[in-house]
C-alpha cells in the first residue's frame, strides 16, 4: 500500500528557505500526482500545491513564485522547495495523494518563521 512521509522541516528566519521531501512508498508512487498542503497553528489544511505525473505543477496564489515542487520519479520523492518564507508560512506540512478512492496522508513536518 502506498505511504507517505515527509522531512525536511525545521526553524528558519523570515526570508529564508527550506526544501522539504516527500517520500513514497508503493509501486504505484510514481503514477500519482502529489499535492502538498499546510496547516497552520490552530488552523484547517490549505492547499499549497501539486505536481502532476507529467511534471506539471498547480500553486496556490499566495505561494506561486516563492515555493516550487518538483519530483524524482525515479526516487519516488517528490520535493518542496520553500523560498522566502514569511511568518505565515509557518505550519505542519503535508503531502498528499488521492490514489483509486483512497486519501492518503502522510505525518507531516513542521515548518516555523520566527527570528
Known amino acids: 500500500q502506498m505511504q507517505l512521509v515527509e522531512s525536511g522541516g525545521g526553524l528558519v528566519q523570515p526570508g529564508g528557505a527550506l526544501k522539504l521531501t516527500c517520500k513514497g512508498s508503493?509501486?504505484?508512487?510514481?503514477?500519482?500526482?502529489v499535492a502538498w498542503y499546510r496547516q497552520g497553528p490552530g488552523k484547517g489544511r490549505d492547499f499549497v500545491g501539486d505536481?502532476?505525473?507529467?511534471?506539471?505543477?498547480i500553486y496556490a496564489d499566495s505561494v506561486r513564485g516563492r515555493h516550487t515542487i518538483t519530483r524524482d520519479i525515479d526516487k519516488d520523492l517528490v520535493y518542496l522547495q520553500l523560498n522566502d518564507l514569511r511568518p505565515e508560512d509557518t505550519g505542519l506540512y503535508f503531502c498528499?495523494?488521492?490514489?483509486?478512492?483512497?486519501?492518503?496522508w502522510g505525518q507531516g513536518t513542521q515548518v516555523t518563521v520566527a527570528l
Open positions: 505536481i502532476g505525473v507529467d511534471g506539471s505543477t
Open positions: 498528499y495523494v488521492d490514489w483509486q478512492g483512497r486519501n492518503i
Open positions: 508503493g509501486r504505484d508512487f510514481r503514477f500519482a500526482a
